[in-house]
């Protein structure tokens, strides 16, 4: 079942990343702040590791 997810999700990656974009509350709305990638995150904790 996960490989075919995946084959699904990489044949529609645009329509599924659009709609996900069009969900309400979106992410950022629920987090409060704008999305970061990984290495943002990273970026902004990494003393937090040391």
């Known amino acids: 079942m996960t490989l075919y997810a ?3 999700y990489g ?6 990343a ?3 974009l069009d969900q ?3 992410a950022q709305d629920i ?3 704008p999305l970061r ?3 943002d995150w990273v ?3 990494i003393d937090s590791f040391r």
């Open 6 to 8: 995946l084959e699904e």
């Open 11 to 16: 044949a529609r990656f645009a329509e599924l």
């Open 18 to 20: 659009q709609w996900t």
């Open 24 to 26: 309400r509350p979106s």
């Open 31 to 33: 987090i409060g702040h």
């Open 37 to 39: 990638t990984y290495d």
């Open 43 to 45: 970026s902004e904790n």
